[in-house]
């Protein structure tokens, strides 16, 4: 398709569980961005790759989170050891380069439940 | 502290009249500024922006203002539709890392037929 899309579109885990989130952006699009949406709230920076450069990962909450890249293009968002906290939205988001005037493309999103 | 602000969480209007949504921010960096639309269980979508070089921008039922001095923009839709019924995002990002843009918490808009 043309658009952003992700995987799983809903994922219930036990609470100790590892979980694996997959984007796959539009294609030619060198920005990644991750988000996650909690209930009521607004969307809260996780990571952002671009290009070849390191990622921005100021927004990851803790080191149970981590995000990969492969090959400038599908990304997966791993979420060690879950918790009840973890429970939201993850939105996924592509971008063509850095220009200014570059809106980012959102996937549908991943809803992550955690028992 | 959140940098960018949208201070009414919900708004309702009639169809026909006008929808003002809000936004507020503080990091006086930011020089692009864009809102999003999200339906439910579907991502946000852009809908319209603004360069901090102009003071407004209009595209059909849609038209943002931004007030620089007072670190405000709202976005104006007129007239509204019940189609228009949905969360809007007001984003910001500074020209120093334009890659990264900064959202609000959303407003929901509830537009009665």
């Known amino acids: 398709g043309a658009g952003v899309s992700q995987s799983p579109s809903n994922k219930v885990t036990e609470k100790g569980k590892d979980v694996e989130l997959r984007c796959d952006p539009i294609?030619?699009?060198?920005?990644l961005y991750w988000y996650r949406q909690s209930l009521g709230q607004g969307l809260e920076f996780l990571i952002y790759?671009?290009?070849?450069?390191?990622?921005?990962k100021s927004g990851l909450p803790s080191d149970r989170f981590s995000a990969e890249r492969t090959g400038g293009s599908v990304s997966t968002l791993t979420i060690q050891r879950t918790q009840q906290e973890d429970s939201a939205v993850y939105l996924c988001?592509?971008?063509?380069?850095?220009?200014?005037?570059?809106?980012?493309?959102f996937g549908p999103g991943t809803r992550l439940t955690v028992l | 502290d959140q940098q960018v602000k949208q201070n009414s969480p919900s708004l309702s209007v009639q169809e026909g009249r006008i929808s003002i949504l809000n936004c507020d921010y503080t990091?006086?960096?930011?020089?692009?500024f864009l809102w999003y639309k999200k339906y439910p269980a579907e991502g946000p979508t852009f809908l319209i922006s603004?360069?901090?070089?102009?003071d407004k921008n209009e595209d059909g039922r849609f038209t943002v203002f931004l007030n620089k001095s007072a670190k405000h923009l709202s976005l104006h839709i007129v007239p509204s539709q019940p189609g228009d019924s949905a969360v809007y995002f007001c984003?910001?990002?500074?020209?120093?890392?334009?890659?990264?843009?900064?959202f609000g918490d959303g407003t929901t808009l509830t537009v009665k037929p």
């Open positions: 988001a592509s971008r063509s380069g850095l220009a200014m005037g570059n809106e980012q493309f």
């Open positions: 294609s030619g699009h060198t920005a």
């Open positions: 990091n006086s960096m930011f020089d692009y």
């Open positions: 603004i360069s901090s070089i102009k």
């Open positions: 984003a910001a990002s500074a020209r120093t890392n334009a890659g990264k843009s900064t």
């Open positions: 790759f671009q290009g070849n450069s390191a990622p921005d």
